[in-house]
């Protein structure tokens, strides 16, 4: 049961850090403003998959780790 919990907060801290990630990188890419995420984040939730919604509507790319093979081409 003790393994469980290690493996879940573990995976709630990889989850943390690439909502954290993509964030930054989408502001930093100049995809979307910080105004705009939090607005998204606000009506559809804090999660990656919100982030990555907002990354298509933008780029057409399904998932960070797409649109960064896409760019480093």
Same mark, same amino acid.
């Given at each position: 049961m003790e393994d469980f919990g290690k493996t879940f907060f573990k995976e709630q801290i990889d989850s943390v850090s690439e909502f954290d990630l993509v964030?930054? +990188? /989408?502001?930093e890419y100049g995809i979307a403003n910080e105004d705009e995420l939090r607005l998204v984040t606000s009506i559809n939730g804090s999660n990656i998959d919100? /982030? +990555?919604s907002v990354l298509y509507s933008r780029t057409g790319?399904?998932?960070w780790e797409q649109y960064k093979s896409m760019? !480093? !081409?």
């Open positions: 964030w930054d +990188n /989408l502001i919100t /982030l +990555n790319y399904r998932s760019i !480093e !081409e």
